[in-house]
């Protein structure tokens, strides 16, 4: 991803300028152990994005992609995920029923999805070959 | 760029009604989120509306206190977790991936799941209000130890606990597919310093969500938890820490409240006044200073609880001023020298500059220990939210609302009832708000549902609640338009306005795929304002040419 550690690394900076002007200003300072935690994680993901992915330093537009993209059109799938999610925590409050019920749709969908996936990657096999839909 | 769309479409046979449900296409998961986003408005309105019937006369007994409190709860939970916020949300999940040039959005099934979620926790809230009991009733921050199981017992605050918790994790999971296409679904040479200003808007906005809402989850995860014996939010520790947690989410939030509407009226600003918006990368830098600094503010919510360190928050509200400064400069700057044309959407997006100004220089005093010591829990701190979270959310809604309406649906609002909405709107929302100013500097106290009879508040709370009555004729007036406007339309074409962005560069409404045509060359954040200056200097060598001939 181009350019992605850069809005990580700087969000780090800030924090760390953010952090130094707490700890010289202020009689009652944010904890030195937590504040130094926090700008060091936000630094160690950013530095982790560039040694994997030495691109997300530098700028610039995306590079083209050299594969079909999949652009689902359709997903029974997903909003079956959303509803038993909902169904689930519904329940919880409402009615134990729900919660059981919520907890079945969701397995179910998730299982639907699995089976949309695999016909997506096929759909994409076929592109690359030139004999599916584009 | 090749597309390879998936066979669910084909194998499904979905259609009709059930079609737009299980759609991943992005415009149609922005329209149902903002259609349902629109529903709750309407919903939190009436509540709004109850209480300022409630409060138009001293001491009036229209609802119980019990009700009043659920009153207040639901209608600050309604319109942030389930109209600005997501409003937001959908106006980016529709508009980005058309701005920067994307066949669709990334992740696009879980964005659909995330849509069905927050849709529940809607739902879920709402249902408080056929619970014994009520629906939740502490407020939309449901401050622990207030909100604990002792102190609010009863259904309708645990739905109103599960309702936040599953509306706020779909939203995070609507934002991060968002940010997932600004990275990965960029056109050709769209460098992020060729974003148009409502993506960087939008994209900033999708950030602080991604940032800040899984805290909200986590707050109230533990207080279900705390409700139900677990004994966390205990003692003194234990009501800040829950303030930390919530604040954490709750000061961000009101820059994703924010955000995308600036990015509405700056796109609105630009179009109208036939100029590239003036400043674009100190906007940019001032967006993400704003981003950052929101993310560390969070306690000038809690100077009066005397367990934060208010200094260090007063400095970085304050802060605060200066990249908002800059984008008050850049919409001067771009209006300065501009062919001006004063539509609808341009005249709302003045209005929300002017507006949200009223809210954030009221917030100065506010971020100041020593003035919001005096002004904590009155209605002084109602009136500055309203004049941020309302004024300078609505107005930049309409202004997006009436800019890309042609867009969406092909036709044309009309502009004569677009007006009349306008002058309603600001004069219900000032008659509205600015009284609440004097009222709370005189010491009424906000979260109550009777007062006595005191010299002037009668007289000010009654010109409050005929205000709200405006605005709601106002918003009236908008569905009429829109009904009118789409029962007999009157084409618009696909670039209207003259607008600068490729969105523009598509037709009205735009096709399953976004671009049927090959997308014209992104040089700047204004690519379609680059061909027509390019058109125009070239007609112009002609024309010398011919001359000197």
């Known amino acids: 991803m181009r350019g992605g550690a ?101 397995v179910a969908s998730l299982g639907r999805l699995a089976i949309e996936l695999r016909s997506e990657r096929a759909s994409r096999r076929r592109a690359l070959r030139g004999t599916g839909p584009r | 760029m090749s597309v390879a769309t998936a066979p669910t479409a084909q194998h499904t046979r979905i259609t009709g009604l059930l079609a737009a449900t299980v759609s991943t296409d992005h415009k149609r998961m922005g329209l149902t989120v903002g259609a349902c986003s629109l529903f709750f408005f309407l919903l939190g309105g009436v509540f709004a509306l109850l209480m300022r019937t409630q409060l138009a006369q001293p001491d009036m007994r229209l609802v119980s206190d019990n009700s009043y409190n659920q009153l207040f709860t639901m209608h600050g939970s309604t319109m942030i977790y389930l109209f600005v916020t997501p409003m937001a949300i959908a106006m980016a999940m529709y508009l980005i991936p058309l701005q920067i040039g994307a066949v669709g959005l990334s992740g696009a099934r879980l964005a659909l799941a995330g849509l069905w979620t927050w849709l529940c926790g809607g739902l879920v809230m709402q249902q408080g209000w056929f619970a014994s009991g009520g629906a939740g009733r502490d407020g939309w921050s449901s401050y622990a130890p207030l909100s604990n199981g002792t102190n609010t017992p009863g259904v309708g605050q645990d739905l109103w606990v599960i309702g936040v918790i599953l509306a706020a994790a779909g939203m995070t999971v609507m934002a ?76 961000p939030v009101v820059y994703v409240m924010f955000f995308p509407y600036l990015g509405a009226a700056a796109e609105a600003i630009a179009v109208c006044s036939h100029k590239r918006w003036f400043g674009y990368t100190a906007f940019v830098v001032s967006i993400m200073a704003f981003a950052a600094l929101s993310m560390s503010v969070w306690s000038h919510h809690m100077y009066v609880t005397g367990g934060v360190t208010n200094q260090y928050f007063a400095f970085t509200s304050t802060a605060l001023l200066v990249p908002a400064g800059i984008e008050y400069f850049d919409a001067v700057g771009t209006l300065v020298g501009g062919s001006i044309v004063l539509r609808t959407s341009m005249l709302f997006a003045l209005t929300f500059f002017i507006q949200f100004l009223i809210g954030g220089l009221s917030g100065i005093f506010v971020a100041s220990p020593v003035l919001d010591y005096q002004a904590y829990g009155t209605y002084i701190v109602v009136a500055h939210f309203h004049y941020t979270l309302f004024a300078g959310s609505i107005f930049g809604f309409f202004a997006g609302v009436y800019h890309w309406f042609p867009k969406i649906t092909g036709a044309f609002l009309r502009e004569s009832l677009g007006k009349l909405q306008l002058a309603l709107m600001v004069i219900g929302t000032n008659l509205t708000f600015f009284p609440m100013f004097f009222l709370g500097n005189d010491g009424m106290p906000r979260r109550i549902s009777r007062y006595p009879t005191h010299p002037g508040w009668g007289t000010l709370n009654l010109l409050e609640s005929i205000g709200a009555g405006i605005i709601a004729l106002g918003v009236l007036v908008f569905l009429i338009n829109i009904l009118v406007s789409l029962r007999r339309r009157v084409p618009a074409g696909d670039d209207p306005w003259l607008g600068h962005t490729l969105e523009w560069a598509t037709s009205s409404p735009p096709p399953p795929l976004n671009f049927e045509r090959p997308l014209p060359p992104i040089r700047s954040y204004a690519p379609l304002l680059d061909l027509r200056l390019e058109e125009l200097d070239r007609a112009r060598e002609r024309r010398e040419v011919t001359s000197s001939g």
């Open chain 2, 176 to 251: 991060a597919c968002v940010l997932a296409t600004v990275a990965r679904r960029r056109a050709p040479r769209m460098s992020l310093l060729r974003m148009p200003v409502f993506t960087w808007t939008g994209l900033v906005s999708v950030l602080m969500v991604v940032g800040a809402f899984p805290i909200l989850v986590l707050a109230l995860v533990l207080l279900y938890i705390d409700r139900h014996g677990g004994h966390i939010y205990t003692g003194f520790t234990g009501a800040i820490d829950y303030q930390d947690l919530f604040w954490f989410f709750g000061h």
């Open chain 1, 6 to 106: 850069i809005p990580i690394l700087a969000w780090g900076t800030i924090l760390l300028v953010l952090c130094i002007g707490n700890w010289v200003w202020n009689d009652k300072p944010v904890s030195g152990a937590a504040a130094t935690a926090a700008v060091v994680i936000v630094y160690a993901f950013g530095v982790a994005l560039w040694v994997a992915r030495p691109e997300s330093v530098r700028r610039g537009p995306p590079d083209s992609p050299g594969e079909p993209e999949a652009v689902p059109q359709v997903s029974v799938a997903a909003a079956a995920i959303g509803l038993s999610v909902g169904c689930a925590l519904f329940g919880l409050v409402w009615s134990e029923f729900l919660l059981y019920f919520g907890v079945g749709t969701l």
